[in-house]
């Protein structure tokens, strides 16, 4: 059974740093061979991604994370993390890992596997 378990999250401040961890047990392939990537969803809000990291570790990022979130994998412990600096109230939300076997989907719907979701709360 494919179980993706985030921890990290909690409130702070804008301003503020958060480091969420993503961790990976059960995939019927290597950690590796995954692209993993970092969504957000606010209640009555679409889903949005965040990040990704694909095989080669190259990050990707829309705009508005750019420069404040960075993604990054460790193969040996199964897990991928997402450091949030200079967080803002508007970064509020739900984050959630995923991954999707070889390459990243282009999609939102199209990655396998989704965790449970850890909640940041970003206070004024």
């Known amino acids: 059974q494919v179980q993706l378990v985030e921890s990290g999250g909690g409130s702070v401040q804008s301003g503020g740093s958060l480091r969420l961890s993503c961790t990976a047990s059960g995939l019927p392939y290597p950690f590796s061979t995954y692209c993993m990537g970092w969504f957000r969803q606010v209640l009555g809000k679409e889903r949005e991604a965040v990040a990704s990291?694909?095989?080669?570790?190259?990050?990707w990022y829309p705009v508005s994370a750019k420069g404040r979130f960075n993604i990054s994998r460790d193969n040996s412990k199964n897990t991928v993390y997402l450091e949030l600096n200079d967080l803002k109230p508007e970064d509020t939300a739900m984050y959630y890992c995923?991954?999707?076997?070889?390459?990243?989907?282009?999609?939102?719907?199209?990655?396998?596997?989704r965790g449970q979701g850890t909640q940041v709360t970003v206070s004024s």
């Open positions: 990291i694909d095989r080669p570790s190259i990050p």
């Open positions: 995923a991954s999707e076997w070889w390459s990243c989907p282009d999609h939102r719907d199209e990655w396998k596997y």
